[in-house]
Nanobody, 123 residues
Framework: QVLLVESGGASVQAGASLRLSCAAS????????MGWFRQAPGKEREEVAL???????YYADSVKGRFNISKDNAKNTLALQMNSLQPEDTAMYYC?????????????????WGQGTQVTVSS
């Protein structure tokens, strides 16, 4: 069983930076793809950034150039560096792990998910 625990969420002013972390415990295969999703109140969950087993990254258009995802296989951790935060980035951010990028996108119920960490950006 895999357990994902996020941390690093906070309330910040627009323009600030935050770094989210996700610690994975249990039998997480280093070949797993991992990523960050977010869900704002009243909205559907959306993909933020993903990284596959080769280290190839994928970003939502809304965060390209501002966010950076990274993975440390030795430490079983995932990070999301978020710069130039805007009020529209306000959401609960979730860490996820799955076998493939496609599977994470198409069958999220088959992926592992953390409990989330709240990011609030005020103007």
């Amino acid at each position: 069983q895999v357990l994902l625990v996020e941390s690093g969420g906070a309330s910040v002013q627009a323009g600030a930076s935050l770094r989210l972390s996700c610690a994975a415990s249990g039998s997480l295969n280093p070949r797993y793809c991992m990523g960050w999703f977010r869900q704002a109140p009243g909205k559907e969950r959306e993909e933020v950034a993903l990284i596959d087993e080769r280290g190839v990254t994928y970003y939502a258009d809304s965060v390209k150039g501002r966010f950076n995802i990274s993975k440390d296989n030795a430490k079983n951790t995932l990070a999301l560096q978020m710069n130039s935060l805007q009020p529209e980035d306000t959401a609960m951010y979730y860490c996820a792990a799955g076998w493939t990028i496609g599977a994470m996108r198409t069958f999220p119920e088959d992926s592992y998910w953390g409990q989330g960490t709240q990011v609030t950006v005020s103007s």
